[in-house]
């Protein structure tokens, strides 16, 4: 399974777009790129998953460079609910989900 | 439909005493993961299991066991908790074929 590298925290300003990188430089053909995010100290929640292509959905949008070694995702428009810690992780086949240490994102009023 | 239940929420336990984690998911999924969340980090992958009856070790096995007699229900065993084993764990299950992970809200486990 690759190794993802997150930056450790960003701020966003609350109604704009919070970008939220993710390096996976050793991503193999087959591994998916998957998000979560953990709000306080719940569980984490699913927010989008792509292989190669760019995804949206009602939450946010995905989108994988053409090498497939970086991604970003995007919450078109961020709200002080938002604020949470976003984990990127590279998984192949359906096993496994490893997690890293994540970007804590802080929306700001 | 309750998703994903961890019995209890909170415990504490005494150096050496043992205990386990029950994780009961109502969604018929074959997947199931035992992760533990220290202060300020991520999640780290215990045990998983691919199906009813079979269980793999993840990245931190050591001090743990775990059991999947029945395909809603993943057990998580301490048998001589140590202080080192004070964090927060989470159980999470997955559907066959769909990408989507569904976590339970945790147990605090603090062992003094």
């Known amino acids: 399974d690759a190794k993802t590298t997150q930056p450790p925290s960003m701020d966003c300003a609350e109604g704009r777009a919070a970008n939220l990188p993710c390096n996976h430089s050793?991503?193999?053909?087959?591994?998916?790129v998957y998000w979560y995010r953990q709000i306080h100290s719940q569980g984490p929640q699913y927010i989008i998953h792509?292989?190669?292509n760019n995804e949206t959905n009602e939450m946010a949008s995905l989108i994988i460079t053409e090498d497939r070694k970086s991604s970003t995702l995007i919450l078109p428009h961020a709200t002080l609910r938002d604020t949470a810690v976003y984990y990127c992780?590279?998984?192949?086949?359906?096993?496994?989900?490893?997690f890293g240490t994540g970007t804590r994102l802080k929306v700001l009023a | 439909n309750a998703g994903v239940t961890q019995t209890p929420k909170f415990r504490v336990l005494k150096t050496g005493q043992s205990m386990t984690l029950l994780c009961a998911q109502d969604?018929?999924?074959?997947?199931m993961y035992w992760y533990r969340q220290d202060p300020g980090m991520g999640l780290r992958l215990i045990h998983y299991?691919?199906?009813?009856?079979?269980?793999a070790k993840g990245e931190v096995p050591d001090g743990y066991n775990v059991s999947r007699l029945k395909k809603q229900n993943f057990l998580l065993g301490l048998e001589s908790a140590a202080p080192s084993q004070t964090s927060v764990y989470f159980c999470?299950?997955?559907?066959?074929?769909?990408?989507?992970?569904?976590f339970g809200q945790g147990t605090r486990l603090t062992v003094v």
């Open positions: 999470a299950s997955r559907d066959r074929g769909r990408t989507e992970a569904f």
């Open positions: 050793t991503i193999s053909g087959n591994e998916y």
């Open positions: 792509g292989l190669k």
């Open positions: 992780i590279a998984q192949e086949g359906t096993y496994k989900y490893i």
């Open positions: 969604m018929n999924h074959e997947y």
């Open positions: 299991s691919v199906g009813e009856g079979t269980t």
